[in-house]
């Protein structure tokens, strides 16, 4: 009989719990006793989800996954000069290989880091997601593998067990696959021997992953609070898959089957696959028209309340998310955001961190106007002589830009940097030590950050945490599907009330900004082009603008591989030494700037290849069948 280690499939209900604290926890140390039986291993609901339990803990945290974790690849984001090192700064460069822990990899973060491990002895070594993946497939099959030895469970815990084995052997594979492409889909417990699984084409591969999200969706239940099965951790269930989460990937993975490079590597054809984007849509209508009649636990937050997304001060280290957040990974060390991640948003006076990344000029564009129509609008009202005036309450929420406020405490050291001095030439602007682009993100991070209000001291239980999937997201992705199922802006699934039109001005309407004008709703490409737009602003900086750009076949293209700055001096006159004076403190978006213009900082030299992540060599050795993907 075989001999398990009982480390892996035992749970309490403070093992349980780990999902929401945010302390580490030694439960999955091993004992020298911890050897038990398969029988015993499955045969109930309790050691059953044991051995689920380590799933989670398989989803990396791109947010803390090292002290500095570089997530932003697309035209969204910049590295201060000197780090050449992080993975951002290797995607400029064309070098995509950065990902692998062979090249660098520990400094992508979230990808491939050389340890692979969850808790144990107080340390963090968290999967990354090549390793943790692989190795969460194989748990997956070795559990549905031994479904039949779960006998002591009602059927709603089978039922549980069955869903959450499903979903993330559909989630494992559709991470993977989305950078690299199809694969094999590994559905079985593979037990040694020669290796001869072909890989799929990217259709083939999304429908397997299709099917096991779908049969999840079935399985989970909305809320594990609401369950027999879930009452003995209730209030501690936020994070465990449910049927929002497994129809949430399930219409994902389906749009992204249908998007023009997926669709172009299975087909031929450079343009949206109808079919996928008819399911996609139907699976997000399903999702939405459960939310929009309150039978489920999600919400958009109230936009007054925005940062609670991505960021916890003062509540004893809890994850951010709020009613929003979808899929999260499990926290586990929170205090790794107070050294590492919630300094890199500012520069080197104010946070004195060596690592700093920074919103593009050419991104930050994308921010449009009060009155919904983007900047290049000949009727948007922009005006270039007051370039922060009248603009997407979202651009105030999310980016610092000259003379906004930066430090609360009032202390005179920080005079000179206080109110963001982010002209030409200003003390911010130098590009190893400040911004390169003339502007700061703050979207995860708080005014407070800085070296004399120390917001990421230890004692404000700073947690910043950037979801997998938020429900902001599934409308923006619904619009996107319908209206390229149907043709129009207008279309719809058939189990959802809302047009495509209607999903954007959704969003729009939480943010204060003004719905899509006329001008971008009467045909696919103007349509396209706003949509386009709102995820820009909508899901900033939260490690979507690469694969968009990639599904959208732009990745390559002009104007998207150029970085710029903004260049501009202050119209009225000023003190180097005081940055408050020559500006509007009380408004900074009242301030009249002169020679208003952008920069190239850099432009990406791509080519095809670029579309999809090199494969590791020595696993496309491994056997004939494995290859490594074109121009690699």
């Not at 309340?305 to 003062?314: A, G, H, P, V």
């Not at 609008?377 to 610092?400: A, C, L, M, N």
């Not at 001095?421 to 502007?439: A, F």
Request: glycine residues 8%.
């Amino acid at each position: 009989m075989k001999k398990i280690n009982k480390y892996l499939y035992s749970v309490s209900v403070a093992a349980a719990s780990l999902l929401i604290l945010p302390s580490c926890t030694d439960y999955l140390d091993k004992a020298p006793e911890s050897e038990i039986s398969e029988e015993e291993a499955f045969k109930n609901f309790k050691n059953f989800q044991g051995f689920v339990e380590e799933l989670y803990f398989c989803v990396p945290d791109f947010v803390k996954g090292y002290w500095n974790n570089s997530f932003n690849w697309g035209d969204d984001e910049i590295i201060n000069v000197g780090v050449d090192y992080m993975m951002g700064y290797k995607i400029d460069q064309g070098d995509f290989w950065g990902w692998q822990s062979e090249h660098d990899g520990w400094q992508c973060g979230f990808m491939d880091l050389a340890t692979f491990g969850t808790v144990v002895n107080g340390v963090d070594n968290r999967p990354s997601l090549w390793k943790g993946a692989w190795y969460g497939i194989r748990k997956c099959n070795l559990g549905l593998a031994n479904l039949d030895r779960l006998t002591e469970a009602t059927q709603e815990q089978k039922d549980i067990i069955e869903g959450q084995l499903l979903f993330f052997r559909g989630w494992f594979h559709f991470q993977l696959m989305q950078y690299f492409g199809g694969l094999p889909y590994i559905d079985e417990v593979l037990a040694g021997g020669k290796l001869t699984l072909p890989r799929l084409s990217y259709h083939e591969t999304a429908d397997h992953a299709a099917a096991d999200l779908r049969r999840a969706a079935n399985l989970l239940p909305i809320n594990w609070d609401e369950t027999a099965t879930g009452s003995a951790t209730k209030g501690n269930n936020d994070l465990r898959a449910n049927k929002i989460m497994a129809l949430g990937y399930l219409g994902k993975n389906l749009l992204w089957a249908g998007s023009p490079l997926m669709n172009k590597e299975s087909t031929g054809s450079t343009s949206y696959n109808a079919d996928y984007c008819k399911q996609a849509a139907e699976a997000f209508g399903e999702l939405l028209s459960l939310v929009e009649s309150g039978r489920t636990q999600y919400a958009l937050v109230d936009f007054a309340n925005y940062k609670d997304i991505f960021l916890s001060m003062e509540k004893g280290g809890n994850m951010p998310g709020s009613t929003e957040a979808i899929f999260r990974t499990p926290c586990t060390d929170w205090n790794r955001t107070n050294w590492g991640q919630s300094k890199d948003y500012g520069s080197q006076p104010i946070t004195s961190n060596g690592i700093l990344f920074m919103p593009c000029a050419n991104y930050v564009n994308f921010y449009g106007m009060a009155n919904g129509l983007p900047l290049d609008d000949p009727d948007s009202g922009f005006d270039k002589s007051h370039p922060w005036k009248d603009r997407d309450p979202r651009f105030y929420h999310d980016i610092k830009f000259d003379g906004c406020k930066l430090e609360m405490g009032g202390n005179k050291a920080a005079d000179p940097y206080r109110y963001a001095p982010l002209y030409t030439d200003s003390p911010m602007r130098d590009p190893v030590q400040g911004t390169r682009t003339g502007y700061l993100n703050y979207k995860f991070v708080d005014v407070t950050f800085n070296q004399w209000d120390l917001g990421w001291d230890w004692g404000h239980h700073t947690n910043i945490g950037v979801p997998w999937m938020r429900l902001s997201d599934i409308y923006l992705m619904y619009a996107e599907a319908a209206a390229n199922a149907s043709g129009t802006p207008m279309g719809k699934s058939s189990n959802c009330g809302l047009s495509a039109v209607d999903a954007v001005n959704t969003i729009r309407n939480r943010a204060g900004v003004a719905e899509l004008n006329s001008k971008y709703t009467g045909g696919m490409e103007p349509f396209m082009s706003e949509l386009r737009r709102e995820r820009a602003v909508e899901l900033a900086f939260e490690a979507h603008r690469f694969n968009d750009l990639r599904r959208w076949l732009l990745l390559d293209k002009a104007p998207y591989i150029t970085k710029t700055s903004i260049e501009f001096q202050r119209a009225a006159g000023y003190d180097p030494s005081d940055s408050s004076v020559g500006v509007n403190i009380e408004d900074p978006s009242q301030n009249e700037v002169i020679g208003y213009h952008e920069e190239e900082i850099l432009t990406r030299n791509y080519s095809e290849k670029h579309y999809w992540l090199p494969l590791k060599v020595n696993d496309t050795k491994m056997y004939v069948e494995f290859g490594q993907n074109p121009g690699w």
